[in-house]
């Protein structure tokens, strides 16, 4: 893989790396405000809406974690492919798509827990 390409990919990873570790810390200050939330005398009956949301913000970790993990392996394909010299270039190709694929559906879905939650609490708190 020429020089430029493989400088490239690596630098698409580590802005993968730094977008995940934003989402983690959006992620964890969703669920520290749900947490205030509990704390704070709020209406017992929106116990199991909040249950919900919580459940999606550990699907949330899950899904982070996952990622995080396949750009790991993304990171020594391209490792590999170093020392192979273009024997695995389709590999590579593939494992592009379905990252970016999958960064791409994280973010949205992301973003909308994120929404549905303080749309939730302003109409409910």
């Known amino acids: ?7 490239q990919l690596q630098y ?5 790396k730094r977008l995940l570790g934003f989402t983690m810390e959006e992620n964890i200050h969703l669920k ?4 205030e939330i509990l704390r704070e005398n709020f209406d017992k009956s929106l116990l199991e809406d909040i249950e919900v949301f919580q459940t999606r913000f550990l699907k949330a970790d ?3 974690m996952l990622l995080r993990n396949d750009i790991g392996e ?7 492919e170093i020392v192979e010299d273009g024997a695995i270039m389709k590999q590579v190709s593939n494992e592009l798509r379905r990252i970016r694929k999958n960064i791409r559906t994280t973010e949205e879905e992301l973003g ?3 929404s549905e939650f303080n749309s939730y609490l302003a109409e409910n708190i």
Do not use: A
């Open 62 to 64: 899950e899904m982070i």
């Open 12 to 16: 698409e990873s580590e802005t993968w």
């Open 74 to 80: 993304f990171d020594n394909l391209l490792n590999r």
């Open 112 to 114: 909308k827990l994120k």
């Open 1 to 7: 893989m020429p020089g430029l390409k493989l400088k």
């Open 32 to 35: 520290n405000r749900l947490s």
